[in-house]
């Protein structure tokens, strides 16, 4: 599990062998090798990463869809948005409150599923709505599909 761990977070940083290493495994394996593995993939240019999030966003479990969205969004900002906002009105309302967090991160604030989670009944729903709206107004906009969103530099 370590040697696994370690691969995959070397994998997302870019490391060549790393991204080889899971390339290996995720032809023994497929879409079980888990949504980091696959994320690093898909970052990698592999087209098996991105396929292999495609299926795990239309799996059984909310909580794996909503990651594998989450994790979609890193991607491309458009290409989770819909799994992240079926999961916000259909989700349990432990799910909900993680998905307005990929929902701020995904930049779907402004939607109408996102915003009338201020006025609800659940007070730890509306606090995570005020954070992924100021997550949203302080991250940079994605100008490319292929653009993370990173975290904006820290003050000099």
Avoid: C, W
Avoid at 71 to 91: D, F, V
Avoid at 110 to 127: C, D, M, N, W
């Amino acid at each position: 599990r370590v040697k696994y761990a370690r691969t995959v977070s070397l994998a997302l940083h870019g490391d060549t062998a790393s991204v080889q290493s899971l390339g290996a495994l995720f032809a023994a394996q497929g879409a079980d090798l888990g949504i980091p593995a696959a994320l690093a993939l898909a970052r990698s240019g592999d087209a098996r990463g991105s396929a292999a999030l495609d299926v795990q966003m239309r799996g059984p479990v909310d909580l794996q869809r909503l990651y594998a969205a989450d994790a979609a969004t890193k991607l491309n900002p458009t290409a989770g948005q819909s799994t992240i906002l079926q999961t916000l009105q259909t989700g349990s309302p432990a799910i909900r409150v993680l998905a307005i967090g990929a929902a701020g991160r995904a930049h779907l604030v402004t939607h109408e599923a996102v915003y009338t989670r201020l006025v609800g009944s659940e007070p730890e729903l509306r606090a995570q709505t005020v954070a992924a709206i100021a997550e949203t107004l302080l991250a940079p906009r994605p100008t490319t599909p292929a653009q993370t969103i990173a975290p904006p530099p820290l003050p000099q």
